[in-house]
């Protein structure tokens, strides 16, 4: 799924990208709520779609999953790709 780039997010897949790295290097099942993206505005659907996108840009690797009503969304055998450490250490400067 390609999001245009007026609609992408960049925090959204920060914050997606480094909950999956926070969480060890086995791969797991990784859940979302709103509370994970702290004080930004975003929707569930917003979510969703920067979830596939980091899928699809091979920055981890895993499936989207149903939640229950409190889950936005959820990411199993979620495991951060080589790719997506390295979008983390250049484009967000963490290590």
């Known amino acids: 799924m390609s999001i245009p780039m007026n609609e992408r997010k960049d ?13 060890g290097e086995e791969m797991k099942e990784v859940s979302y709520t709103k ?9 569930q659907e917003e979510v969703k779609k920067h979830l596939q996108f980091a ?3 091979k920055y981890l690797e895993g499936e989207i999953a149903e ?4 889950v ?6 979620a495991k ?3 790719e997506g450490r390295n979008v ?4 967000f400067f963490k290590v």
């Open 80 to 82: 951060l790709t080589t």
């Open 72 to 77: 936005w969304a959820m990411c199993r055998n």
């Open 35 to 43: 509370e994970d993206f702290g004080d930004k505005e975003v929707t």
């Open 11 to 23: 925090d959204i897949v920060y914050f997606l990208l480094n909950k999956i790295k926070e969480n």
């Open 55 to 57: 899928l699809d840009s």
């Open 67 to 70: 939640g229950d009503g409190s």
């Open 88 to 91: 983390l250490r250049k484009d």
